[in-house]
Protein backbone atom coordinates (compact mmCIF):
# COMPACT_ATOMS: atom_id res chain seq x y z
CA UNK A 1 0.00 0.00 0.00
CA UNK A 2 0.88 3.58 -0.55
CA UNK A 3 -0.14 6.91 0.48
CA UNK A 4 -0.55 9.65 -1.85
CA UNK A 5 -1.22 12.72 -0.82
CA UNK A 6 -2.88 15.63 -3.30
CA UNK A 7 -1.87 19.40 -2.68
CA UNK A 8 -1.05 22.41 -4.73
CA UNK A 9 1.58 23.18 -1.82
CA UNK A 10 4.65 21.06 -1.05
CA UNK A 11 7.74 22.19 1.08
CA UNK A 12 10.07 24.25 0.34
CA UNK A 13 7.00 26.48 0.04
CA UNK A 14 6.53 27.83 3.15
CA UNK A 15 2.36 28.17 3.28
CA UNK A 16 0.71 26.46 6.25
CA UNK A 17 -0.81 23.90 4.02
CA UNK A 18 2.73 23.11 2.53
CA UNK A 19 4.23 22.62 6.21
CA UNK A 20 1.33 20.18 8.03
CA UNK A 21 1.41 18.32 4.84
CA UNK A 22 5.52 18.30 4.89
CA UNK A 23 5.45 17.17 8.65
CA UNK A 24 2.69 14.42 7.71
CA UNK A 25 4.25 12.95 4.55
CA UNK A 26 7.60 12.65 6.11
CA UNK A 27 6.93 11.22 9.46
CA UNK A 28 4.99 8.22 7.95
CA UNK A 29 7.57 7.48 5.16
CA UNK A 30 9.37 5.55 7.74
CA UNK A 31 6.20 2.61 7.49
CA UNK A 32 4.40 3.87 4.42
CA UNK A 33 5.79 4.15 0.80
CA UNK A 34 4.46 8.21 0.43
CA UNK A 35 4.07 10.16 -2.78
CA UNK A 36 2.89 13.97 -2.91
CA UNK A 37 1.05 15.56 -6.09
CA UNK A 38 1.43 18.71 -5.99
CA UNK A 39 2.38 22.25 -8.14
CA UNK A 40 5.93 23.45 -9.30
CA UNK A 41 4.70 27.02 -7.48
CA UNK A 42 5.35 28.48 -4.03
CA UNK A 43 2.03 29.98 -2.14
CA UNK A 44 3.76 33.92 -3.25
CA UNK A 45 5.52 32.97 -6.05
CA UNK A 46 3.56 31.69 -8.64
CA UNK A 47 6.01 31.86 -11.21
CA UNK A 48 8.42 29.47 -9.36
CA UNK A 49 9.58 26.57 -10.94
CA UNK A 50 10.39 23.41 -8.63
CA UNK A 51 12.02 20.45 -9.51
CA UNK A 52 9.61 18.01 -11.42
CA UNK A 53 10.60 15.52 -9.41
CA UNK A 54 12.07 14.95 -6.46
CA UNK A 55 12.79 12.57 -3.54
CA UNK A 56 13.07 13.94 0.29
CA UNK A 57 13.09 12.59 3.21
CA UNK A 58 11.49 9.18 1.53
CA UNK A 59 8.92 11.01 -0.27
CA UNK A 60 8.29 11.08 -3.57
CA UNK A 61 7.56 14.58 -4.63
CA UNK A 62 5.77 14.85 -8.61
CA UNK A 63 5.07 18.19 -9.43
CA UNK A 64 2.69 18.64 -11.92
CA UNK A 65 2.47 21.77 -14.61
CA UNK A 66 0.01 24.44 -13.87
CA UNK A 67 -0.77 27.71 -15.42
CA UNK A 68 0.95 30.79 -13.03
CA UNK A 69 -1.51 33.13 -12.55
CA UNK A 70 -0.91 33.56 -9.07
CA UNK A 71 -3.70 34.43 -6.30
CA UNK A 72 -4.06 38.54 -6.70
CA UNK A 73 -7.28 38.33 -8.94
CA UNK A 74 -10.06 35.07 -8.37
CA UNK A 75 -10.40 34.81 -12.18
CA UNK A 76 -6.41 33.71 -12.45
CA UNK A 77 -6.49 31.88 -9.65
CA UNK A 78 -9.15 29.65 -10.73
CA UNK A 79 -7.27 29.14 -13.96
CA UNK A 80 -4.73 27.46 -12.08
CA UNK A 81 -6.91 25.90 -9.80
CA UNK A 82 -8.14 24.37 -13.44
CA UNK A 83 -5.03 23.72 -14.45
CA UNK A 84 -4.34 21.65 -10.95
CA UNK A 85 -7.29 19.80 -11.41
CA UNK A 86 -6.39 18.48 -14.98
CA UNK A 87 -2.62 17.30 -14.13
CA UNK A 88 -2.98 15.93 -11.30
CA UNK A 89 -6.12 13.88 -12.10
CA UNK A 90 -4.00 12.62 -14.54
CA UNK A 91 -1.07 12.13 -12.32
CA UNK A 92 -3.23 10.20 -9.93
CA UNK A 93 -4.39 7.71 -12.63
CA UNK A 94 -1.19 6.87 -12.90
CA UNK A 95 0.23 6.52 -9.58
CA UNK A 96 -3.01 5.38 -7.94
CA UNK A 97 -3.16 1.44 -7.73
CA UNK A 98 -5.87 -1.09 -5.58
CA UNK A 99 -5.38 -0.84 -2.28
CA UNK A 100 -3.85 2.68 -2.35
CA UNK A 101 -4.89 5.45 -0.18
CA UNK A 102 -5.72 8.85 -1.65
CA UNK A 103 -5.15 11.32 0.96
CA UNK A 104 -7.47 14.49 -0.86
CA UNK A 105 -6.66 18.42 0.98
CA UNK A 106 -8.68 21.23 0.01
CA UNK A 107 -6.53 23.24 -1.94
CA UNK A 108 -7.33 23.94 -4.46
CA UNK A 109 -11.19 23.61 -3.56
CA UNK A 110 -12.94 20.42 -4.59
CA UNK A 111 -9.98 18.20 -5.50
CA UNK A 112 -11.85 15.69 -3.38
CA UNK A 113 -14.02 15.39 -6.53
CA UNK A 114 -11.69 14.08 -9.24
CA UNK A 115 -9.29 12.33 -6.23
CA UNK A 116 -13.27 10.27 -5.66
CA UNK A 117 -13.99 9.76 -9.03
CA UNK A 118 -9.97 8.71 -9.59
CA UNK A 119 -10.11 6.38 -6.07
CA UNK A 120 -13.42 4.44 -7.24
CA UNK A 121 -11.91 3.70 -10.76
CA UNK A 122 -8.58 2.33 -9.46
CA UNK A 123 -10.18 0.76 -6.20
CA UNK A 124 -8.17 2.61 -4.36
CA UNK A 125 -9.71 4.36 -0.43
CA UNK A 126 -10.00 8.22 -0.34
CA UNK A 127 -9.69 10.18 2.79
CA UNK A 128 -10.40 13.67 2.48
CA UNK A 129 -8.54 15.77 4.87
CA UNK A 130 -10.50 19.39 5.28
CA UNK A 131 -9.19 22.22 5.97
CA UNK A 132 -12.45 24.22 4.88
CA UNK A 133 -15.39 23.52 3.82
CA UNK A 134 -16.26 24.76 -0.29
CA UNK A 135 -18.64 26.07 -1.52
CA UNK A 136 -19.48 27.38 1.67
CA UNK A 137 -16.74 29.44 1.97
CA UNK A 138 -17.23 31.18 -1.10
CA UNK A 139 -20.48 31.63 -0.47
CA UNK A 140 -19.56 33.55 3.10
CA UNK A 141 -17.54 35.75 0.98
CA UNK A 142 -20.17 36.61 -1.48
CA UNK A 143 -18.73 34.72 -4.69
CA UNK A 144 -21.52 33.56 -7.32
CA UNK A 145 -20.18 30.38 -7.91
CA UNK A 146 -21.18 29.79 -4.09
CA UNK A 147 -24.33 30.55 -4.32
CA UNK A 148 -27.44 29.62 -6.15
CA UNK A 149 -27.80 26.52 -8.38
CA UNK A 150 -24.22 26.57 -9.53
CA UNK A 151 -23.63 26.42 -5.40
CA UNK A 152 -26.21 23.91 -4.90
CA UNK A 153 -24.86 21.53 -7.85
CA UNK A 154 -20.97 22.59 -5.97
CA UNK A 155 -22.71 21.10 -2.60
CA UNK A 156 -23.87 17.82 -3.96
CA UNK A 157 -20.69 17.20 -6.04
CA UNK A 158 -18.67 17.69 -3.15
CA UNK A 159 -21.08 15.54 -0.73
CA UNK A 160 -20.70 12.52 -2.77
CA UNK A 161 -17.57 12.71 -2.74
CA UNK A 162 -17.09 12.83 1.01
CA UNK A 163 -19.91 10.11 1.17
CA UNK A 164 -17.44 8.03 -1.13
CA UNK A 165 -14.51 8.28 1.06
CA UNK A 166 -13.41 6.20 3.83
CA UNK A 167 -12.86 8.96 6.33
CA UNK A 168 -12.99 12.48 6.42
CA UNK A 169 -11.05 13.97 8.47
CA UNK A 170 -11.63 17.53 9.88
CA UNK A 171 -9.61 19.93 11.61
CA UNK A 172 -11.96 21.45 14.33
CA UNK A 173 -15.09 20.06 16.02
CA UNK A 174 -17.26 22.66 14.29
CA UNK A 175 -16.61 21.72 10.99
CA UNK A 176 -16.91 17.76 12.00
CA UNK A 177 -20.65 19.02 13.06
CA UNK A 178 -20.82 20.93 10.06
CA UNK A 179 -20.31 17.66 7.89
CA UNK A 180 -22.75 15.21 10.44
CA UNK A 181 -25.48 17.79 9.27
CA UNK A 182 -24.54 17.59 5.90
CA UNK A 183 -25.63 14.40 5.97
CA UNK A 184 -22.18 12.55 6.12
CA UNK A 185 -22.11 9.59 8.78
CA UNK A 186 -20.62 10.03 12.04
CA UNK A 187 -18.11 7.47 11.88
CA UNK A 188 -16.69 8.11 8.53
CA UNK A 189 -15.78 11.70 9.84
CA UNK A 190 -12.56 12.43 12.07
CA UNK A 191 -11.12 15.67 13.89
CA UNK A 192 -7.76 15.90 13.76
CA UNK A 193 -6.44 18.97 15.02
CA UNK A 194 -3.86 21.16 12.99
CA UNK A 195 -0.60 21.58 14.85
CA UNK A 196 2.97 23.03 15.34
CA UNK A 197 6.12 21.19 16.92
CA UNK A 198 6.45 21.54 20.01
CA UNK A 199 10.32 20.52 20.10
CA UNK A 200 11.02 23.16 18.29
CA UNK A 201 9.01 26.11 19.31
CA UNK A 202 8.61 26.25 22.93
CA UNK A 203 8.76 29.25 25.34
CA UNK A 204 12.77 28.50 25.57
CA UNK A 205 13.53 28.12 22.06
CA UNK A 206 14.09 32.22 21.23
CA UNK A 207 16.82 32.64 23.72
CA UNK A 208 18.46 35.59 22.61
CA UNK A 209 16.26 36.67 20.00
CA UNK A 210 18.18 38.36 17.54
CA UNK A 211 15.20 40.10 15.61
CA UNK A 212 14.44 42.63 18.43
CA UNK A 213 17.35 44.64 17.37
CA UNK A 214 17.44 43.43 13.66
CA UNK A 215 14.01 45.01 13.60
CA UNK A 216 14.08 47.59 15.88
CA UNK A 217 11.66 46.58 18.72
CA UNK A 218 14.07 46.35 21.74
CA UNK A 219 12.08 47.40 24.97
CA UNK A 220 8.96 47.85 23.02
CA UNK A 221 5.89 45.54 23.39
CA UNK A 222 4.81 43.74 20.45
CA UNK A 223 1.48 42.69 19.75
CA UNK A 224 1.98 39.90 16.29
CA UNK A 225 0.45 38.91 14.09
CA UNK A 226 1.96 36.35 11.40
CA UNK A 227 0.63 34.41 8.82
CA UNK A 228 -2.00 34.40 5.81
CA UNK A 229 -3.88 38.03 5.23
CA UNK A 230 -6.84 36.64 3.49
CA UNK A 231 -10.47 37.57 3.17
CA UNK A 232 -11.94 35.39 5.52
CA UNK A 233 -9.46 37.74 8.18
CA UNK A 234 -10.55 41.12 9.71
CA UNK A 235 -8.26 43.90 10.32
CA UNK A 236 -10.02 46.57 10.51
CA UNK A 237 -10.00 45.99 14.76
CA UNK A 238 -6.10 45.60 14.67
CA UNK A 239 -5.42 48.62 12.40
CA UNK A 240 -8.15 50.62 14.40
CA UNK A 241 -6.41 49.31 18.07
CA UNK A 242 -2.84 50.48 16.14
CA UNK A 243 -4.39 54.06 14.95
CA UNK A 244 -6.11 54.51 18.59
CA UNK A 245 -2.44 53.71 20.69
CA UNK A 246 0.04 55.29 17.55
CA UNK A 247 0.96 57.75 20.98
CA UNK A 248 2.17 54.72 22.89
CA UNK A 249 5.66 54.65 21.42
CA UNK A 250 6.32 51.70 23.63
CA UNK A 251 3.45 49.59 21.76
CA UNK A 252 4.04 48.64 18.36
CA UNK A 253 2.30 46.49 16.41
CA UNK A 254 4.44 44.14 14.00
CA UNK A 255 2.18 42.00 10.71
CA UNK A 256 4.34 39.23 9.15
CA UNK A 257 3.41 37.39 5.75
CA UNK A 258 1.77 38.05 3.01
CA UNK A 259 -1.73 37.62 1.28
CA UNK A 260 -4.93 39.04 -0.10
CA UNK A 261 -5.02 41.90 2.33
CA UNK A 262 -1.60 42.61 2.78
CA UNK A 263 -1.19 45.50 0.20
CA UNK A 264 -4.06 47.58 1.43
CA UNK A 265 -3.25 47.13 4.92
CA UNK A 266 -0.03 48.40 4.49
CA UNK A 267 -1.07 51.01 2.00
CA UNK A 268 -4.34 52.29 4.73
CA UNK A 269 -1.37 52.06 7.29
CA UNK A 270 1.14 54.28 5.58
CA UNK A 271 -1.78 56.74 4.77
CA UNK A 272 -2.80 57.28 8.57
CA UNK A 273 0.65 57.45 9.37
CA UNK A 274 0.71 54.81 11.52
CA UNK A 275 4.48 54.96 12.72
CA UNK A 276 3.58 52.05 15.25
CA UNK A 277 2.90 49.46 12.64
CA UNK A 278 5.83 47.00 10.87
CA UNK A 279 5.07 45.02 7.43
CA UNK A 280 7.81 42.34 7.30
CA UNK A 281 7.56 39.39 4.83
CA UNK A 282 6.95 35.68 5.72
CA UNK A 283 9.98 34.56 7.26
CA UNK A 284 12.09 31.43 6.75
CA UNK A 285 10.54 28.09 8.84
CA UNK A 286 13.71 27.47 10.39
CA UNK A 287 13.77 31.08 11.83
CA UNK A 288 9.83 30.90 13.41
CA UNK A 289 10.76 30.36 16.55
CA UNK A 290 11.91 33.80 16.61
CA UNK A 291 10.11 35.17 14.33
CA UNK A 292 6.96 34.58 16.52
CA UNK A 293 8.82 34.81 19.57
CA UNK A 294 9.56 37.93 18.91
CA UNK A 295 5.86 39.39 19.84
CA UNK A 296 4.33 39.51 23.54
CA UNK A 297 1.04 38.76 22.40
CA UNK A 298 -0.38 37.46 19.05
CA UNK A 299 -3.49 38.39 17.49
CA UNK A 300 -6.06 35.69 15.54
CA UNK A 301 -8.70 37.01 13.70
CA UNK A 302 -11.62 35.15 11.58
CA UNK A 303 -14.33 36.98 10.46
CA UNK A 304 -17.28 34.70 12.41
CA UNK A 305 -19.57 33.83 9.33
CA UNK A 306 -16.49 31.14 8.80
CA UNK A 307 -16.85 29.27 11.96
CA UNK A 308 -17.18 26.00 11.40
CA UNK A 309 -15.29 26.76 7.78
CA UNK A 310 -12.14 27.26 8.97
CA UNK A 311 -9.96 27.16 11.47
CA UNK A 312 -6.67 29.48 12.05
CA UNK A 313 -3.94 27.22 12.39
CA UNK A 314 -1.54 30.11 13.60
CA UNK A 315 -2.87 29.64 17.00
CA UNK A 316 -1.07 26.55 17.56
CA UNK A 317 2.45 27.88 17.15
CA UNK A 318 1.70 30.62 19.16
CA UNK A 319 0.41 28.39 22.03
CA UNK A 320 3.62 26.05 21.69
CA UNK A 321 6.02 29.19 22.37
CA UNK A 322 3.96 30.26 25.44
CA UNK A 323 2.59 33.81 24.09
CA UNK A 324 -1.33 34.93 24.81
CA UNK A 325 -3.50 35.14 22.08
CA UNK A 326 -5.90 38.23 21.34
CA UNK A 327 -8.66 36.42 19.07
CA UNK A 328 -10.84 38.78 16.85
CA UNK A 329 -13.67 37.00 16.31
CA UNK A 330 -16.70 34.94 17.34
CA UNK A 331 -16.03 34.25 21.70
CA UNK A 332 -18.15 31.11 21.35
CA UNK A 333 -16.13 30.21 17.91
CA UNK A 334 -13.37 27.42 18.02
CA UNK A 335 -10.47 29.27 19.39
CA UNK A 336 -12.61 31.15 21.13
CA UNK A 337 -13.57 28.38 23.31
CA UNK A 338 -10.25 27.40 23.60
CA UNK A 339 -8.66 30.73 24.95
CA UNK A 340 -12.13 31.05 27.46
CA UNK A 341 -11.53 26.92 28.39
CA UNK A 342 -8.06 26.98 28.77
CA UNK A 343 -7.75 30.71 30.36
CA UNK A 344 -4.52 31.29 27.48
CA UNK A 345 -5.79 34.58 26.02
CA UNK A 346 -8.57 37.42 25.27
CA UNK A 347 -11.10 37.26 22.93
CA UNK A 348 -12.68 40.49 21.51
CA UNK A 349 -15.84 40.75 19.45
CA UNK A 350 -15.10 41.62 15.08
CA UNK A 351 -15.57 45.81 15.49
CA UNK A 352 -14.74 46.22 19.24
CA UNK A 353 -11.84 48.43 18.90
CA UNK A 354 -11.86 49.93 22.60
CA UNK A 355 -11.97 46.22 23.32
CA UNK A 356 -8.87 45.85 21.21
CA UNK A 357 -7.66 48.32 23.08
CA UNK A 358 -8.26 47.35 26.20
CA UNK A 359 -7.19 43.82 25.73
CA UNK A 360 -3.84 45.47 25.02
CA UNK A 361 -3.58 48.01 27.32
CA UNK A 362 -4.35 44.52 30.42
CA UNK A 363 -1.55 42.65 28.78
CA UNK A 364 0.96 45.10 28.48
CA UNK A 365 0.32 46.55 32.17
CA UNK A 366 0.10 43.02 33.84
CA UNK A 367 3.42 40.55 33.58
CA UNK A 368 1.61 38.05 35.84
CA UNK A 369 -1.46 37.55 33.70
CA UNK A 370 0.99 37.13 30.61
CA UNK A 371 2.93 34.34 32.52
CA UNK A 372 0.06 33.12 33.40
CA UNK A 373 -1.50 32.84 30.26
CA UNK A 374 1.52 32.03 28.41
CA UNK A 375 1.84 28.68 30.84
CA UNK A 376 -1.61 27.47 30.08
CA UNK A 377 -1.41 28.15 26.23
CA UNK A 378 1.83 25.92 26.45
CA UNK A 379 -0.68 23.41 28.38
CA UNK A 380 -2.97 22.80 26.33
CA UNK A 381 -0.54 22.84 23.46
CA UNK A 382 1.07 20.01 24.89
CA UNK A 383 -2.43 18.57 25.70
CA UNK A 384 -4.13 18.73 22.17
CA UNK A 385 -2.08 20.39 19.49
CA UNK A 386 1.55 18.84 19.15
CA UNK A 387 2.53 17.61 16.07
CA UNK A 388 3.48 14.06 17.77
CA UNK A 389 -0.16 13.60 18.69
CA UNK A 390 -1.81 14.63 15.63
CA UNK A 391 0.76 11.98 13.58
CA UNK A 392 0.38 9.53 15.30
CA UNK A 393 -3.90 10.14 15.26
CA UNK A 394 -3.20 9.99 11.54
CA UNK A 395 -0.75 6.83 11.62
CA UNK A 396 -3.77 5.36 13.63
CA UNK A 397 -6.38 6.51 10.71
CA UNK A 398 -4.02 4.95 7.91
CA UNK A 399 -3.28 1.47 9.52
CA UNK A 400 -7.12 1.15 10.13
CA UNK A 401 -7.67 1.04 6.49
Not at 197 to 203: E, F, I, M, Q
Not at 326 to 349: H, K, S, W, Y
Request: glycine share 8%; proline share 4%; aromatic share 8%.
Amino acid sequence: MKIIFVNRYYAPDHSATSQLLTDLATALASEFRVHVVTSRQRYDDPAARLPRYELSHGVSIDRVYTTTFGRSRLTGRALDYLSFYVTASLRLLHLALAGDVIVAKTDPPLISVPAGWIARLRRARLVNWLQDIFPEVAAELGLGIGRGAIGSALRKLRTTSLLWAAANVTVGTRMAERLVAAGLPRDRVRVIPNWADGSALNPGATGMNPLHAEWGLADRFVVGYSGNFGRLHEFQTLIGAAEALRERSEIVFLLIGAGAQRDALETASGARGLTNVVFKPYQPRRALAHSLGVADVHVVTLRPEFEGLVVPSKFYGVAALGRPTIFIGDPEGEIGTILREADCGICVTQGDVDGMVAAIMRLRDDAQLRERMGRNARAVFDRRFDKTRAIEAWRSLLKSL
